[in-house]
């Protein structure tokens, strides 16, 4: 018999080593899955994991990681927050959209005036894009009690149209031939967030960094962090020690709102160009399980982006080399999560075996 | 009494870290009232949950009507004839009263004459209730009603009953003591779990007494002096807090006319309270649990502020200010509910600590938290108040009750509050740190706080309140000195018998045999 | 623009066949809320019900054994989330957005093979005669079976709750687990079979879009009906006849949208699309105040500790 025993108090070694452990028993159940898809397990394990930092290209691939996995860590950054005090806010894919609009709204609205200015502003509208995106959930919320887990998450919805209607119509590169989509924002120096293309870095990189910093000051070292915490924990305790829930939820949706927004940005005037229909791919949904993998912890998160990042490089590898389906990444970063939560019962439980009948 | 109904001998059940019941034995006879006795955490609890069949022993045997007795689950022990009055109620708030009769009984009938037969038993054994009632509107003492008559739908044979008096006035008692009677007359056998001695000498035929989970004796407590009793239960001789000053001071916190809905919907409306608290002076409200005692603690707190006017402190009118507001002007607060309201079961007690004492004891500046000033007001509380805990690191779930509940006193007293309310400060906590905590109120009282004392403990109420007032359907009585009221008065200051006739079981006792 | 290219009675009856998988996701959601349980996967169990339910007719030639599959689909992925919640006491946020993400990469991995693929079609009701009648016929008679079971599914999932033991034991669950447990009912095990119940349902759902309302399959076609489907049980207020108007009136809005669209109404197409999503959030708004009917228990876990 099997008998859970609940630990006096979480275990710390644990709540470390469970991604770990997460991420081994994903690879060996993936293994099974590609040899299921009649790929060689081996080759495809080490084509995702080890051929992007490791192999005859590494160095191609290896910016690519920071390229892929700064969105992720920045809006896992803010999810996490969020998260912490059990306020849900599903809908980054939305905030990053809007993000990227509004920012993108703003570079292409000064073209072709080139200024110093431009990507300030623009830096600043996508925040602002993703924060307001994000406090409709917040304000429903906090006014009428709305659940924001389906408003954030109606949300994307809608933000997809906006970003169809946007590259269809408002947005349009006029000189496009009839093309969806906006002027590219490479072209447009002063728009663009590459610091240097070649070596594949741009400033989203510089906000994810800062954004890890922040946050690890904010959860502790700050009373609001405390709150956020406490909140999360034991939000009638919350209350009573004088935390205002309507100021957090408004904080913690407008946070991950504004830093998803901001990812979207730099995508947006970087790695991808131009606003398009296919803009997005993902990384609001994915930053989910970057910020559970990396235990909502700021350093955790940025290793579980840069972990997260390999795994969509090494997967478009194995897709090219392989054959390998990009949907079984998709399955595979699931995996990770399922695997994820199961494991983080060790943490506050102790399982004991028993037999039965020794009583 | 004709024979033995149950039998337990040498019951055994171990949890990590705790033995809850190390070879337990006794006998409950046939018609027999008998009392489980013991202080909180003696393994009272335990030891009736595996006699429901919720809890499996280690080791050890018992036997019903000469029969291995071995119930894997409540349903088996319910179709031997074992029903159950939960301490904590096991009734479902949103369902009504005949649904919740129904889900505990093995076989219901349809639900037309379930209703009937609950008005049935409900009048036979005067205990009036409504089956379409939800059940969530009831009062504290109705929904132990639910309970009572969920179990003798079902003709038990024995009877557990788990600490029923904790929710009833004093009147309510007498009534259901008068049932507990009948029904003993009848030939049921009741196993009696309390730790009050005077409801215990009055009731029972026999007592069987706990301590640390062992069996340490066995008494008539008619013949057994409550002070024998007491010490064999706690194993100790008991001290009695000392108070040292009469001398009252100005009025320090002033309620008048506060109103508030609740926040939940199976709250209680506090209606139109009234009422001062000196310097020096302990405020004791009494009042059945779940009529408004949760709600007037946080208007007091600050969680649900209300209008300006009704809370003055010092003549400031503070009713609209936040817990951190009033903390700031001397208003502090322990709730009852430890882990979860008072502390957050998985934070560290040095969080914990934080938890209230930011504003206090300057442990933030521009926001940023002193962690080591905070280690350092964790550890002066742990050492004050003699929280036994390997050190503040340590999560506030891994602590007993009692030592938990030290520690949230504790932390309030130590921020030398100009007043503090406190709800329930000594629930399910030991002797030996109950008198610990009490004595540290009235310390802090002699030292010229104003405190409210809201409990469901009258005698703790009437051991160290000057004044003494109770909450009824979320009004507050008359405030009355402490000292000389009867049991009687105060029991209609609770509310009496809340609408139900004492006579009516004596007339209808005839009819039902 | 041409408003007359819409019929009313095409409208109605297209409308039906629009909420039906709504309805059948929502009504297996609302059970799995009755008995104090959120699972957020009910998009990855229907796009997993979907690609099950549309894999098996195209093999096997018959959509009855594809609807089968889609609910055994449906109810296996479901499992994952009753073990993660009810035994590794995971967080029901956490584990169900898990299995909706989940459900989402395993069903365009499964479904790789069958893109442009047309399953074999549904046999629709038709009575002679009743079929035949002008108006309500083609509203209230020309249907896929699949359609009618929905509603019968609402009327038995009522009877259950208002009238059988067994639904008053699962409303008791959501209610309070710990006074369920106290009274011997075995709470996890009521949990894991209103899972799979809402498993099933969101699968069956699923591959109503996929073999009868399309019917073909993409990737992503539940394109958030899942989502809409747990704001429907909030709007429902957890009753079940309201599921069946909340269902209707999206389906409603839906089809009215897609005919907006093919009339070729001024307002540009993107405008449209978005309108249900908006729809929800607005609904949502109006019905928040209204939680009377939410199980108290409800996304709380439950472990019975001593």
Not at chain 1, 81 to 101: D, P
Not at chain 1, 285 to 311: C, D, E, N, Q, S
Not at chain 2, 333 to 344: N, S, T, V
Not at chain 3, 59 to 86: K, N
């Amino acid at each position: 018999m099997i008998a859970l025993e609940k630990r006096p108090m979480p275990s710390r070694t644990l709540s470390m080593a469970t991604p770990l452990i997460a991420v081994v028993i994903t690879m060996i159940a993936g293994g099974l899955l590609f040899a299921a898809l009649g790929k060689n397990p081996f080759e495809a394990i080490r084509t995702i994991f080890w051929d992007p930092i490791f192999g005859e290209f590494a160095f191609y691939y290896r910016p690519q990681l920071l390229v892929k996995g700064a969105p992720l860590v920045l809006i896992a950054i803010g999810l996490s927050l969020g998260f912490k005090a059990g306020i849900w806010n599903i809908g980054a894919e939305g905030q990053y959209i809007m993000g990227a609009i509004c920012g993108a709204g703003v570079g292409l609205a000064f073209y072709p005036t080139e200024s110093i200015l431009i990507f300030p502003l623009m830096i600043l509208a996508g925040a602002l894009g993703g924060w307001a995106w994000a406090m409709i959930p917040a304000l429903l919320k906090v006014k009428f009690g709305t659940n924001e887990i389906l408003v954030s998450l109606m949300l994307v919805y809608v933000a997809e149209q906006l970003l169809a209607s946007m590259s269809l119509g408002l947005l349009k590169n006029p000189d496009g031939h009839g093309f969806p989509g906006s002027r590219n924002l490479n072209d447009y120096p002063s728009a663009t967030s590459w610091i240097n293309e070649a070596a594949g870095l741009h400033w989203g990189m510089a906000f994810a960094f800062i954004a890890v910093i922040f946050s690890y000051v904010l959860l502790n070292r700050h009373i609001l962090g405390f709150n956020i915490r406490l909140t999360g924990e034991a939000p009638r305790a919350a209350r009573f020690s004088g935390v205002n829930p309507t100021r957090l939820i408004l904080f913690c949706l407008g946070a991950s709102g504004a830093l998803a927004g901001l990812a979207g940005l730099f995508e947006i005037s970087g790695p991808s160009g131009q606003v398009s229909i296919d803009f997005n791919v993902g990384y609001g949904f994915t930053a989910i399980i970057v910020a559970f993998l990396g235990r909502l912890h700021p350093v955790g998160i940025l290793l579980a982006g840069l972990l997260m990042a390999l795994t969509y490089i090494g997967g478009e590898i194995a897709q090219g080399n392989l054959g390998l389906p990009s949907s079984a990444i998709q399955v595979f970063q699931g995996m990770l999560l399922f695997f994820l939560l199961a494991l983080d019962l060790l943490t506050n439980y102790r399982v004991k075996f028993t037999v039965k009948g020794t009583a | 009494m004709t024979g033995t109904l149950l039998s337990i001998s040498g019951l055994t059940k171990a949890y990590p870290g705790v033995v809850a019941n190390d070879t337990v034995s006794f006998d409950i006879g046939e018609g027999e009232v008998h009392a489980l006795l013991g202080e909180n955490g003696a393994g009272k609890s335990t030891l009736v949950k595996m006699i429901y069949g919720l809890v499996k022993p280690d080791s050890g045997t018992m036997t019903w009507k000469g029969q291995p007795f071995t119930p894997p689950e409540p349903k088996a022990a319910r179709a031997a004839g074992v029903a159950m009055v939960f301490q904590h109620f096991s009734l479902f708030d949103a369902l009504n009263v005949a649904e919740n009769v129904a889900l505990g009984m093995e076989d219901p009938p349809q639900m037309g004459d379930l209703a009937r037969r609950i008005r049935e038993v409900s009048e036979t054994y005067g205990l009036p209730l409504d089956p379409n009632r939800t059940v969530g509107d009831l009062s504290a003492g109705e929904r132990q009603r639910v309970e009572i008559i969920r179990c003798l739908l079902q003709d038990p044979k024995l009877l557990i009953m788990d600490e029923p008096t904790s929710v009833l006035t004093p009147q309510e008692v007498e009534i259901l003591f008068e049932t507990l009677n009948k029904l003993k007359a009848e030939g049921t056998s009741i196993l009696y779990i309390s730790h009050k001695l005077e409801e215990i000498r009055t009731l029972c035929d026999h007592a069987t007494i706990l301590r640390l989970g062992k069996n340490v004796g066995e008494c008539v407590p008619a013949e057994t002096s409550a002070r024998d009793m007491a010490e064999l239960m706690v194993g100790d001789t008991l001290q009695t807090p000392t108070r040292t000053t009469e001398k009252k001071g100005e009025v320090v916190l002033d309620v008048s006319g506060l109103s508030l809905e609740p926040s939940n919907p199976f709250g209680t409306t506090l209606k139109n309270i009234h009422f001062t608290v000196r310097a020096g002076e302990i405020l004791g409200l009494g009042g059945v649990a779940g009529n408004g005692q949760d709600e007037l603690l946080a208007a007091l707190s600050g969680e649900t502020p209300t209008w300006p006017d009704a809370i003055k402190v010092k003549g400031n009118e503070v009713g609209n200010l936040g817990p951190n507001a009033r903390r700031g002007l001397g208003i502090l607060a322990a709730p009852e509910e430890r882990l979860g309201h008072a502390a957050a079961p998985d934070m560290s007690l040095t969080e914990n600590a934080l938890l209230t004492g930011a504003i206090r004891e300057n442990l933030t500046s521009n926001g940023f938290v002193n962690w080591s000033g905070t280690v350092e007001f964790a550890e002066n509380i742990i050492k004050t108040f003699d929280v036994r805990t390997p050190g503040p690191h340590v999560a506030a779930r891994a602590l007993s009750g009692g030592n938990l509940q030290k520690f949230v006193v504790g932390r309030e007293v130590l921020q030398r509050p100009e007043v503090l309310v406190v709800n329930q400060p000594t629930w399910g906590v030991d002797a030996a740190a109950a008198a610990a905590i009490r004595q540290a109120l009235l310390d802090l009282a002699a030292n010229g706080a104003a405190i409210i004392v809201i409990s469901q403990d009258l005698d703790e109420l009437m051991e160290i309140s000057d004044r003494f007032g109770a909450l009824n359907e979320g009004r507050l009585s008359d405030i009355r000195p402490a000292a000389g009221l009867s049991i009687d008065e105060i029991g209609l200051m609770m509310g009496g018998a809340h609408g139900m006739e004492v006579a009516h079981v004596g007339e209808t006792e005839g009819a039902s045999a | 623009m041409d408003l007359s290219a819409i019929n009313p009675v095409l409208l109605i009856a297209s409308l039906m066949v629009a909420a039906t998988p709504l309805l059948l996701a929502a009504i297996g959601e609302l059970v799995v809320e009755k008995a104090g349980v959120l699972n957020l996967g009910v998009e990855g169990m229907m796009i997993v019900g979907a690609i099950s339910g549309f894999a098996i007719s195209v093999e096997t030639g018959s959509p009855i054994l594809g609807l089968v599959a889609a609910m055994i689909g449906g109810a296996v992925l479901s499992l994952l989330f009753a073990f993660l919640t009810q035994f590794a006491l995971a967080n029901q946020v956490a584990s169900g957005l898990a299995l909706t993400l989940f459900g989402l990469g395993l069903s365009a991995l499964m479904g790789q093979s069958y893109v442009g693929i047309k399953p074999p079609a549904m046999a629709k009701l038709d009575i002679p005669v009743i079929s035949d009648i002008p108006v309500i016929g083609p509203i209230l008679f020309s249907h896929d079976p699949v359609l009618y079971i929905g509603i019968a599914l609402i009327a038995a999932v009522w009877a259950m709750l208002k009238f059988s033991r067994a639904g008053l034991i699962l409303r008791a669950v959501g209610e309070s687990h710990d006074a369920a447990h106290a009274l011997g009912y075995n709470v996890i095990r009521v949990r894991i079979l209103a899972i799979m119940f809402g498993g099933a349902c969101a699968g069956l759902g699923g591959a109503y879009i996929s073999l009868i309302r399309v019917p073909q399959w993409t990737e992503g076609m539940t394109a958030g009906i899942g989502w809409i489907a747990l704001a429907l049980v909030v709007f429902a207020s957890w009753k079940p006849w309201r599921v069946l108007l909340g269902a209707y009136l999206f389906g409603g809005i839906n089809v009215l949208q897609l005919n907006l669209q093919a009339a070729g109404i001024a307002i540009p197409v993107e405008y449209l699309a978005m309108s249900p999503y908006l729809i929800t959030i607005l609904v949502l708004v109006i019905m928040s105040a209204d939680k009377s009917g939410a199980p108290a228990s409800l996304g709380r876990t439950f472990h019975a500790s001593q």
